[in-house]
Structures are given as structure tokens and as C-alpha cells.
């Protein structure tokens, strides 16, 4: 008998903990239901880097269509809503001075950039960050003979991060 209550205990506790709001991280979509499709524009620049506004869109194209139910449309007209943002700073320097010869050997990146989503039939915002950041670190390489310009793939790996954050902190919102 008491056997039996222990089980009953513990079938009750854990009913109760499903039902009190707990999921797995990055897997929760907090978009109203009607959302089935999201249209994401060329994002605006308004610094002087145009590399990474122009990969950032694919990047969350893919992201959003690797990880979430939504059909990602070209045309905003035809998007139950629309992903759009704007890169206002974008600023990279050394982190990391090469004693001997005085050149820096690693460049840290950061981005700020104005992200909102909004429906597109109401107008209504479903999510936005006014200043979301985005960071990535790149080598440079020493030897000039060996030398290899990295900014180009430490910006698509930047686009890369930041789809994946945005999209979660989107579904999350976060």
C-alpha cells in the first residue's frame, strides 16, 4: 500500500511541474498562432561596413527555416510579418598586440543594430531590440608571407551568430 502512494506521489508531482510553464530552451514559440510566414528586407546601414548588413537577411533566412515552422517569403507584402532592422554602429579593433613587432594579432568586432518584427496587417510589434549586439573575435595572421585577410569569414561567421541569437531571442522573446 504504501508503495502505491509513493507512486501516486510522484505521478501528481510530476503532472504538476508539466503543467507550471517549464520548457527546453529554444524550444518554445511565443509568435502568435496566425504567423505563418515572415518576410526579411535588406537590412538598412548606417555605417560605412556593407558586408555584413548584406549577408545578415540570409543568415536569418536560413536560421528561421532550419529551426522553426515559418515560411520565409521575398516579398513583404505577401508575410504575415516582417523582420527588419536596420546595422547603426559597427566598430572593430585589436584585442591583441604582437610584443614583438607592435602589430595587433587578433580584432575584436562589434555591431549594433535596431531589430523589430512587426505584423504586417496590424502593424502591431511583436518583438524588438532598439540595440542588439552582436560580437566575434578573428586572428590575423603574423607572417606576411602567410598572410591571410580573415575580416571577410569573421563577418559571416558575425551574420551566422547573430541569426542564431536573434531567431531565439525572437521565439523566446527574449
Sequence with gaps: MRRHWAGAAM????????????????????LPKEIHTIAI???????????????????LTREFLRRTR????????????ILSGAITQYNSYPILIDQ?????????VIAVMQVRLTERTSGKVLF????????????????????????????????????????AAVLENF
Design 128 to 167: 524588438e531590440r532598439p540595440a542588439f549586439e552582436a560580437r566575434q573575435r578573428y586572428e590575423i595572421s603574423l607572417d606576411q608571407l602567410a598572410y591571410f585577410e580573415e575580416s571577410g569569414q569573421a563577418i559571416e561567421r558575425l551574420s551566422l551568430e547573430t541569426a542564431r541569437t536573434l531567431v
Design 100 to 108: 614583438a613587432t607592435g602589430r595587433p594579432s587578433a580584432v575584436q
Design 70 to 81: 515559418y515560411r520565409v517569403v521575398a516579398d513583404p507584402n505577401e508575410a504575415d510579418a
Design 11 to 30: 505521478a501528481a508531482s510530476l503532472a504538476g511541474l508539466t503543467g507550471c510553464g517549464y520548457h527546453i530552451a529554444g524550444k518554445s514559440d511565443l
Design 41 to 59: 528586407p535588406a537590412f538598412g546601414n548606417l555605417t560605412t561596413r556593407v558586408q555584413f548588413s548584406d549577408s545578415l537577411p540570409s543568415a
